[in-house]
């Protein structure tokens, strides 16, 4: 009878045997590999603290082996020795042990959207009927999946991890991980700036073009709005000295051999060199001094103006005065007649009373009166 057991776990062993009559039974043991070199099983080092020994008066012998590993395979008989040197025997043949290890199996290639079924699967059929846990990064799948297979429907990229299983809550004889990896065409596609400031002419600018695909894209087209055809290629696309000219909407488009993408246009724009800035703000500063001084100029101006204005109107015989001296009838006559005062009107009589007259003591006498 042929066993399968896992690696690591521990199993039962039983067979039969006949007692051998007129005979003193000295010793019985378990043997191992009688084709070749036979031990003692319940005394080797191998099998020490590993192996329990019962037998009963019916003729049928049990074997507890645990921490099963593969060099415990072989076929196990029961042999008895008696009084009698030659009387030997060997219960032959016995159960036969074989020792596998789990393992997962999955398709070589899974694209996005597929449904991949997952083995667990040994070297040989395991002789007790075993159900399995599936574990995805360490941690349990769904308690309703007790089997050796495991189907993925419509897998994503979120399906990508490590796959183990194990007999059901026997974790610690777990198969190796085996790591699943979706794939798929680029997604979420964008566009970079370096440097990520202000651009100015001249300055060297890289776009850089990044996307989550698996295997990762290897093929990058760049492209500028309103021009049909692509402008670069690369994963980085570098403008070594930029100008007003390059100044516009880039795109990069990421492809690998699932499909493609492209990503959302960004604005790349060039601001004025620092050279231009500093004379324009030159320039500014000295039209604001300039119009700052023309303006306090023309305030001056307008204060000093109307502060002369109010005097001259207050002194206008200052003004007469400063006419020449021979010429004091143009000086009285300049007068309003309306606006003189009795004193001048008696003046201006006397005087033409003595332009009428012959007499110079006429005359001399009118003035001296006056006098």
């Not at 846990?133 to 490590?162: E, F, P």
């Not at 700052?292 to 305030?299: E, K, Q, T």
Request: overall charge neutral.
């Amino acid at each position: 009878m042929k066993k399968c057991t896992l690696k690591g776990s521990t199993i039962h062993l039983s067979g039969t045997f006949k007692h051998p009559e007129n005979l003193t039974v000295t010793q019985r043991f378990l043997t191992i590999n009688v084709s070749g070199e036979s031990i003692n099983v319940l005394n080797h080092t191998h099998y020490r603290d590993r192996v329990k020994f019962f037998q009963n008066t019916e003729g049928l012998f049990f074997l507890k082996l645990s921490n099963v590993t593969h060099t415990d395979e072989g076929m196990y008989c029961l042999r008895i020795l008696t009084n009698v040197e030659k009387q030997r025997y060997l219960f032959h043949p016995g159960p036969e042990l074989k020792v596998t290890d789990l393992r997962v199996e999955i398709p070589a290639e899974i694209i996005e959207g597929a449904s991949p079924v997952l083995f667990c699967k040994t070297t040989c059929d395991l002789s007790d009927k075993t159900n399995f846990t599936w574990y995805k990064n360490g941690k349990r799948l769904s308690d309703s999946i007790v089997s050796d297979q495991l189907l993925l429907s419509s897998v994503s990229r979120d399906d990508t991890g490590n796959y183990s299983c194990a007999p059901r809550d026997q974790k610690h004889l777990s198969s190796p991980a085996v790591t699943l990896s979706v794939r798929y065409p680029p997604k979420s596609v964008s566009v970079s700036i370096s440097p990520s400031g202000v651009i100015v002419e001249g300055d060297s600018v890289t776009l850089i073009c990044s996307s989550d695909s698996n295997p990762p894209a290897l093929i990058f087209r760049w492209f500028k709005e309103n021009q049909s055809s692509s402008v670069g290629s690369g994963q980085s696309f570098i403008i070594s000295s930029f100008s007003s000219s390059h100044s516009g909407r880039y795109s990069c488009e990421a492809q690998n051999q699932h499909g493609s993408q492209r990503s959302d246009s960004v604005s790349v724009t060039v601001e004025e060199s620092r050279s231009s800035l500093i004379g324009v703000s030159g320039g500014i500063s000295a039209a604001v001094v300039l119009m700052a001084v023309i303006l306090m100029v023309f305030i001056g101006l307008l204060i000093r103006r109307k502060r002369a204005t109010p005097s001259e109107e207050q002194n206008p015989r200052g003004s007469a005065h400063s006419k020449t001296p021979g010429a004091p009838e143009d000086t009285y006559m300049t007068l309003d007649p309306k606006s003189r005062s009795s004193e001048y009107d008696t003046l201006d009589n006397m005087k033409r009373s003595s332009e009428n007259t012959d007499d110079p003591e006429a005359q001399e006498a009118a003035y001296e009166d006056i006098v």
